[in-house]
């Protein structure tokens, strides 16, 4: 992404001959219009930010999660709309149109490819429509529903639902700084996955601005666009300003555990079983690994006491020899904190802090496991793993009642006939190009290894963990190409995709809502039979 300044120049230049952006007038004449247009709709200026005002950069970094998309000479946001209410939010959608500047939303800034707040095409004029305020978590504890806005933090939701009732949930990610916005709109899955399926299945309502600047909810929007808002990725669609929630039940106390395996304790016999004991274990129970340097870390969340945990377990994986003294009961709320944190004696409050840690370079890249690996596969990643630029694979095991609704269900297709997802993940905080080649070069050279062993036609990967590896948008006229999305729509989607384009042709034809991995419009010719 960090190109020299010299080819942004350059690229800059051309940008002004392209007929590819929205509106022909210049950068700077763009962003004027753009501005004047949102006061004269009433937004104050205290919500505008401009490269030239002082706060621009520390709010344009304020939920960065990935500092390659702030390298020096990385297109950046000609404005930044921080929100504060939906006619804000509506402003920004009809300014934007009116006068050629997309708008980027962003919700919690997670994405790993940094499509909230960064553009890979020089010539994008574009704005980000930061969400941030949108934090308002109104929990109903008599109709087990609550009320979350975009902008909230998956920390900030847990603890509202956790401070309203020890006997109720939301099933969603483990990590507490994740957005509502982005994580709910590519899918979502966390610890209580294998009961209660993925925050998008959890979702009963959501208010959206549309297109044209309308304001619409579930009944106004139509079944088809609330189906493709519920995991067809953030973006395409619209802005998704606040979402209603249906919590689920879980005991006042649960169950959880950490062990460690190293190499040397037959941690790659334990993986190459647990492939198969993970996914079909009950569902009241989830192990996951993180298998990192050279060990493997099996973490536990069971909806019941320790006793119950530990008859499973010496009935399902005896190998793994969890004792009692692994075990601990806890409330939900203190195991959100426990897989965050690794500690379930942190504060609750650590759940409120919304910036976390930063810093960071990332990338990541995902799998489908359908067969089980063999064991001699991960006796080999061993010497990947000690490498000193190696990151860390997380394993997510499926089944229960992710598989037990139907692919088309939403537009997250990976339901039935995968064993676990798999995540490959680099982070480091070492400046420059060296390092990140370094850190990227593993992650990629390590998903090459895997192709033999992983999901095929496609090799599927999930949409919350971006990787623009997988392809990248072409326009073709001046809207989004279907043929070329197809390639990388088809790895995250399935089948889905071309439903996912044909609402998309009827609900922003124009392609307004448009990133490096949006869904494009799908051509007239094409047809959909069932919209
Ligand atoms: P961000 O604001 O960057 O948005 C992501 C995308 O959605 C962008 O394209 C953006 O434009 C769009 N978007 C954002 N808000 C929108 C809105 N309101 N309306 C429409 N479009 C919107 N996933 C998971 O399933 N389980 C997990 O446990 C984790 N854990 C995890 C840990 C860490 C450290 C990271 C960085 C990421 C994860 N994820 C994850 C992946 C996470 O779910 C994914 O990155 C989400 O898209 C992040 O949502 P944010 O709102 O934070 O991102």
Redesign the pocket.
Known sequence: MARTPRILHLLLALCSLSSSSIAVASASGAADAFLGCLAAAGVPPRFLQTPASPSYDALLRS?V?NLRYVAPGTPRPLAIVAAAEPAHAQAAVRCGRRHGVRV?????????EG??YASLDPCERFAVLD?AAFRDVRVDVARAEAWAG?GATLGEVYYAVGAASRALAFPA???P???????L??????TLMRRYGLAADNVLDAVLVDAEGRLLNRTTMGEDLFWAIRGG???SF????SWKLRLVPVPETVAVFTVRRSRNQSASELITNWQEIAPALPRDLILRVVVQSQHAQFEALFLGRCSGLLVHMRAHFPDLGVTRADCEEISWIQSTVYFAFYSSSKPLELLLDRIGETGRY?KAKSDYVQEPIPQHAWESTWSWMEKPEAGLLILDPYGGRMASISPSATPFPHRKGNLYNLQYYSFWFENGTAASEKRMSWVRVLYREMEPYVSKNPRTG?V???DLDLGMNELEGNVTSYAKARIWGEKYFRGNFERLAAVKAMVDPDDFFR?EQSIPPLPAAKGWSSI
């Open positions: 939920s999660r980027r939303a962003r919700s919690g800034g997670h994405d790993y499509l909230s969400l975009s990610g483990v990590c700084t994740v957005g509502v916005g982005g994580h709109s590519g899918g979502g899955f966390g990725g953030g973006e619209g802005v998704v300003l990332v999930y919350n963990y971006r990133n």
